[in-house]
């Protein structure tokens, strides 16, 4: 099975790393083609463009890095729109909006193309232990065909309908998240100044009720102030503003989710948007002082 990949970034290097790994012919295109290299010593192919990679593969993935970037690699000179037709489908990993999502399976299969939405749960680490939650919609008998590569990226798929409701479940995940980490950034910060022990409180949350893997993988780095981007900060408040407008679309109140919000902003504006989303911790103890 050959498969395209487009966006090599933190998660797309990885998962597409995954594939060729196991067995699957991959031809891989970045904006910057030299972030390609490593991929090709292991055996994938390169494309100077999408449309290229669009014309090669009968199947091509796509993780970029934002809805911009997705609407940019289908829509712009040289992009998937170009070669898309009957016979192809397009699979698009990416984090976005719902309307990214419907404008892309409209012009998708409005040259015939098949498409699915598969934003996935996950970060760096399980990205490379193929580990990701795939929460995908679209066109059911693309998903089936997928199966077999969305087994190597993922521990788990979920098929959730129509074109729209991969992106929202996503966004959902991604505010939750958000909110639990801004909520244990103010704790950390709020035992330490304290005089308590946060590495104590590490050990209490995870003997307790709470215990979560993130809490487990991040605070420890969070305690040396070390945030490794595993998830940059930018994207996860991208995420965060984008949930609050699925909010607002839905009449929801969020206001925890608003104040989590604001917190990752004020780290985007101290610089910290390419560390991880953890770095938020940064921005709490800034308010303390």
Known sequence: MEIGFLGLGIMGKAMSMNLLK?????????????????????????????????KKCKYTIAMLSDPSAALSVVFDKDGVLEQICEGKGYIDMSTVDAE????????????????????????KKPAEDGQLIILAAGDKALFDESIPAFDVLGKKSFYLGQVGNGAKMKLVV??????MMNAFSEGLVLADKSGLSSDTLLDILDLGAMTN???????????????????????????MRLALALGDENAVSMPVAAAANEAFKKARSMGLGDLDFSAVIEAVKFSRE
């Open 174 to 179: 991604n505010m939750v998240m958000g909110s």
């Open 100 to 123: 990214t999502s419907l404008k892309i399976n409209q012009a998708i299969t409005g040259k015939g193309g098949r498409f699915v939405e598969g934003p996935v749960s996950g970060s």
């Open 22 to 54: 196991h067995g699957f012919k991959v031809t891989v295109w970045n904006r910057t083609l030299s972030k390609c290299d490593e991929l090709v010593e292991h055996g994938a192919s390169v494309c100077e463009t999408p449309a290229q990679v669009i």
């Open 213 to 239: 893997p993130m809490f487990k993988g991040k605070g420890p780095s969070m305690n040396k102030s070390s945030y490794p981007p595993a998830f940059p900060l930018k994207h996860q408040q991208k995420d």
